[in-house]
T-cell receptor, first 115, second 116 residues
């Protein structure tokens, strides 16, 4: 069990640039989630996928944000025209839907700094 | 609307003493409740969950939590704290209703500091 992996771990970008993050879930997990965590706060939900279908998006996910999960495996989160307010830790999680499992397993996160 | 409150920003305890980290929640249906721990520059690590059944649930590293429906609480406990337990702890809730979202709603976190 290799766990959830995220790449890159850190990203520094200038305001107005586009950035893309990747998440590889635990193999055979069919749900994948993206959260954002700012300093001193708990994670906030952004969006989630079941297989390749994006089933829910938060109001936090403005039109500058887009997420994909082609073929139901890894996922990417792209932020266009980054703003300083986008600086945060972006966390990916995955879960397996069974009658007895409900928890989500988190990756190490990608820390984005927008200068 | 779903919400989680962690009323203490920080909990200080001496090593070997029992610890409690408080959590209260609000959901429309029955809750699924979770505790996660976060070490510096790391993601969240799952500790334990309450889904149904026995109100006292046991998890990783000697932690346990007690579900109290009347008080809408899910406090995290450990009989004897270790210095290595020092970390940031998050409580999270999900509504159990079939048509509800699968997203987790997190509290703002409680920093646990265990002094030697």
């Amino acid at each position: 069990d290799t766990g959830v992996s995220q790449d890159p771990r850190h990203k520094i970008t200038k305001r107005g640039q586009n950035v893309t993050f990747r998440c590889d879930p635990i193999s055979e997990h069919n749900r994948l989630y993206w959260y954002r965590q700012t300093l001193g706060q708990g994670p906030e939900f952004l969006t989630y996928f079941q297989n390749e279908a994006q089933l829910e998006k938060s109001r936090l996910l403005s039109d500058r944000f887009s997420a994909e999960r082609p073929k139901g495996s890894f996922s990417t989160l792209e932020i266009q025209r980054t703003e300083q307010g986008d600086s945060a830790m972006y966390l990916c999680a995955s879960s397996l839907v069974t009658p007895s499992t409900y928890e989500q397993y988190f990756g190490p996160g990608t820390r984005l700094t927008v200068t | 609307a779903q919400s989680v409150a962690q009323p203490e920003d920080q909990v200080n305890v001496a090593e070997g003493n029992p610890l409690t980290v408080k959590c209260t929640y609000s959901v429309s249906g029955n809750p699924y409740l979770f505790w996660y721990v976060q070490y510096p520059n790391r993601g969240l690590q799952f500790l334990l969950k309450y889904i149904t059944g026995d109100n006292l649930v046991k998890g990783s590293y000697g932690f346990e939590a007690e579900f109290n429906k009347s008080q809408t609480s899910f406090h995290l406990k450990k009989p004897s704290a270790l210095v290595s337990d020092s970390a940031l702890y998050f409580c999270a809730v999900r509504d159990s209703r079939m048509d509800s979202s699968y997203k987790l709603i997190f509290g703002s976190g409680t920093r646990l500091l265990v002094r030697p």
